[in-house]
Every structure is written in structure tokens, then in C-alpha cells.
């Protein structure tokens, strides 16, 4: 064994989940080292999530590191629905008393996170490897890992699990300590990021019979798209000019004055599933963000989720380090879980509501319509998804 030292939360991954809980407790003086298996800029570089619930934003502006969010993200009070030969506008700020949500991508919100947590000579161990959670259903867990051929060990009074949905974590976990609900689902989304202008100010969410497509966006001049593909989608097979084409005919833009195409960055497949572990908690580890929970990304709950964990766990944890009082990490699996579950519903709802299933049957097919339909036309039923899009209170 090589050296061995002392900290108050050993923390495992270096996404959104593990990094906002760091910041959070650094800034009310609880110290933490984070253990990350990548090195910096994969872990800056890697393109995901770009839409911010309110309740994300006021975390980060509490974790400090809200500067160049307030001053780059993009507010957006609206989203666009098409379907059913329409396309309507849901104007979510109106529907939710104020309400918006920012687009911001997620590697931007990891790039701030990971400067402020190095400005404040905050401990990050990339390329930390073969980490190993161990003894936390005592009081004295304890975290392994090596790094330049040397093991080293952290001795932890508590292990934050935020090392995403293939981490070592919840693996760790003795056969039987958690359950896990899935849902696989028979579709990816090939997403887009492109040099090109957005289709609309707002995002535009399609329904059309070749399946689902998104039209979002990075700025006001880098577009991020999105088209709903196989599972196994093979990228070769999708040049830039069928992807603007699929783009096209899917949103119902006959005459190209919506779709702007541009230089392609970058191009990926993401496969589409629901997936919920519980309980969160096992003795002194926490699991959080997308080690506990997958939502398929309709929704735009991945990242908002990670955040609404981490609020509820840093508060647990401060509690006990400043008022040794432990009620909230007693109760945070379940507080944290009845807020995932809502937001697991509001996903799986979505991206029912606007892909298609190659096994779904007339019958089927006519109900999604039926609720597009009602959705375009109904004040009741955009009110309902206004609400769970700019997100369920904290
Ligand atoms: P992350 O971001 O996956 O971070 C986990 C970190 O843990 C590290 N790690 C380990 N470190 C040490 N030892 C080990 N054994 C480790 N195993 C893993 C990983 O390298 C990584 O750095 O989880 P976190 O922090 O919980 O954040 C969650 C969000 O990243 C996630 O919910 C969203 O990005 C989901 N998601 C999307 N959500 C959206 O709302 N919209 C999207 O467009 C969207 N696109 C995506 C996505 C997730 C994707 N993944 C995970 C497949 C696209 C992709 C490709
Ligand atoms: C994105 O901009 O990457 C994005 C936006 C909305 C979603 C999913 C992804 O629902």
C-alpha cells in the first residue's frame, strides 16, 4: 500500500453530480476529493445535456459559479410542438407563473465547475484508476485507487457515488443492498452539433412518422439536432446531407426556410433508456445523479436531476457536519426518489408521446395522435408539461 490520508467526503466521478456537490460543500467549509477515471478534457469535452431547469441555475449561482451562465445562456420562455400536421408554440413562462429554463451545454457547466473547484485548491484526481469503494457499511469507509503505479488510499467519513450510470459504485454494491427498475427503449437519437444557425429561437420537439426529431441549439450560432434512429444506428450510413434532409422532412420545413445547415462538429448515436436504483443509500455511500437514475433525454431531465440529488445530499451532509444532525441523510434516498420518480414519468411520457414504436399497432398509433392532438389544442394539457419541464420544485 502506498499512501494514505484523511477526508471529509470521498467523491467518486468528475461529471455535473460529483463536481456541484464538491463546490456546494467546499463553500460551507466541508472538504472533499474528487476521483475521476478520465483525464480533463475528456471529461470537458464530452457533449451532452444543454437545457437548465430554474432550480439548477439558483445551485450553480449558490455553488458560485454562475458568471458566465448569467451571461451567456440563452432564456427561453417557450418551446415548440410538431405533430399532427401542426406546429404550436407552448409558452411555458405564461403556463407556470414566470417560469423559464436556460440553454446552457453541460460541458460549459462542467468547464466552470472544474475551474472554480482548481481556483479554490480543490483536490481532483483525474485519471484515477481502478477505484474501489470499500467498508462503507461501516463507520470508517474507505476509497482505493492508483495513480501513476502507486495506491493510494482516502479515508472517508462518507462516499458520494456520482460516477454516472457504468461506474464502480453502484456496482460495489453487496447482491440485494438496491433494487433497479428499466426500461430499454427500441430507438437512439443520432444527435448533431452543427456551425449553423439554429432552426428557431426556441427548441422545436417533432413528431413525424419517420420518427422523433429535435431542433435545439449551443448559441445563437451553433444548432444542436437531433433525429431518432436504431439503437445500433451505424453513422457511416448518415452523411451530413441526409441528416439535413431527414432534419427537414421530419419538421415539416417543405421549402428549407427553417433548417439551416452548416459545418458538422460533431455527430453521435445515444441510446434511449429509464432505469431507477433504489434505495439511494447503502450504510455511508450515496449514490446520486446518473449512478442512481437514467431518464431517456426527451425531457431534458439527465443533468437537472443530478443537480436536484446533489441539492438534497449537500444539504443532508452540511446538517450533519455543522448541526450533527442526521435526519436528512436518513431520509434523503427517499425525499431524493420522489422527485427522480416524477421526472422518470415526465420523460418516459415524452418520448412516448413523440416517437415511434416499430412495434405498435393501428390502435396504438392513433392514440399518440389523439394525444398530440389534445396536447396542441388543450390549455390543460400544456400546462401540465409546461410545469414538469421547467422542473418540480426542489
Ligand atoms: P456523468 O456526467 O456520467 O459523470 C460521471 C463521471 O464518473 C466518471 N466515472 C468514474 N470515475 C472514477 N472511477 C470510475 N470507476 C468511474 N466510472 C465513471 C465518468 O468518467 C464521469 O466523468 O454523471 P452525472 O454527474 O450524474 O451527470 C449526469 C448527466 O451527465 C446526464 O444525466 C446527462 O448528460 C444525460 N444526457 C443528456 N441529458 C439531457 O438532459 N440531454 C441530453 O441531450 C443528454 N445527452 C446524456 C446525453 C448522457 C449521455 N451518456 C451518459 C451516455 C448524451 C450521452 C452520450
Ligand atoms: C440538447 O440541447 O442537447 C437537448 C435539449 C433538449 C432535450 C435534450 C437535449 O430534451
Same mark, same amino acid.
Given at each position: 500500500m502506498g499512501t494514505s490520508r484523511r477526508i471529509q467526503v470521498g467523491i467518486v466521478g468528475c461529471g455535473p453530480a460529483g463536481l456541484l456537490l464538491s463546490q456546494l460543500l467546499h463553500v460551507n467549509g466541508i472538504e472533499s476529493v474528487i476521483l475521476e477515471r478520465r483525464d480533463r478534457a475528456y471529461v470537458e469535452g464530452r457533449i451532452r445535456a444543454g437545457v437548465l431547469e430554474q432550480g439548477t441555475v439558483d445551485l450553480l449561482r449558490a455553488a458560485g459559479v454562475a458568471g458566465r451562465l448569467e451571461r451567456e445562456g440563452l432564456i427561453h420562455g417557450g418551446i415548440e410542438i410538431a405533430g399532427a400536421g401542426e406546429r404550436i408554440r407552448i409558452p411555458l413562462t405564461d403556463l407556470t407563473g414566470g417560469k423559464v429554463v436556460t440553454i446552457y451545454g453541460q460541458t460549459e457547466v462542467t468547464k466552470d465547475l472544474i475551474a472554480a473547484r482548481l481556483a479554490a485548491c480543490g483536490e481532483i484526481v483525474f485519471e484515477a484508476e481502478d477505484v474501489q469503494p470499500l467498508d462503507y457499511d461501516t463507520d470508517r469507509p474507505r476509497l482505493t485507487y492508483r495513480k501513476n503505479g502507486e495506491t493510494v488510499e482516502l479515508a472517508c467519513d462518507f462516499i458520494a457515488g456520482c460516477d454516472g450510470f457504468h461506474g464502480v459504485c453502484r456496482a460495489s454494491?453487496?447482491? +440485494?443492498a438496491i433494487q433497479t427498475l428499466e426500461r430499454v427503449y427500441p430507438f437512439g437519437w443520432l444527435g448533431v452539433l452543427a456551425k449553423a444557425p439554429p432552426a428557431s429561437d426556441e427548441l422545436i420537439y417533432a413528431h413525424h412518422e419517420n420518427g422523433f426529431a429535435l431542433f435545439s441549439m449551443r448559441s445563437a450560432t451553433i444548432s444542436r439536432n437531433y433525429l431518432q434512429c436504431r439503437p445500433d444506428e451505424d453513422l457511416t450510413e448518415w452523411p451530413d446531407a441526409r441528416v439535413w434532409d431527414e432534419l427537414r422532412l421530419r419538421v415539416g420545413d417543405s421549402d428549407g426556410s427553417l433548417v439551416n445547415e452548416g459545418e458538422v462538429l460533431e455527430k453521435s448515436v445515444v441510446p434511449m433508456r429509464s432505469f431507477v436504483a433504489e434505495p439511494l443509500r447503502h450504510g455511508r455511500l450515496f449514490l446520486a445523479g446518473d449512478a442512481a437514475h437514467i431518464v431517456p433525454p426527451t425531457g431534458a431531465k439527465g443533468l437537472n436531476l443530478a443537480a436536484s440529488d446533489i441539492h438534497y445530499l449537500h444539504r443532508a451532509l452540511i446538517a450533519h457536519y455543522?448541526? +450533527?444532525?442526521d435526519s436528512g441523510l436518513d431520509s434523503y434516498s427517499q425525499t431524493a426518489l420522489a422527485r427522480i420518480w416524477k421526472a422518470e414519468r415526465f420523460s418516459w411520457w415524452m418520448t412516448s408521446l413523440l416517437h415511434t414504436f416499430p412495434d405498435t399497432r393501428a390502435f396504438e398509433n392513433r392514440m399518440q395522435l389523439a394525444e398530440i392532438e389534445y396536447l396542441l389544442a388543450s390549455k390543460a394539457a400544456q400546462t401540465s408539461l409546461a410545469e414538469n419541464y421547467v422542473g418540480l420544485p426542489f
Open positions: 454494491l453487496p447482491e +440485494g455543522k448541526h +450533527g444532525d
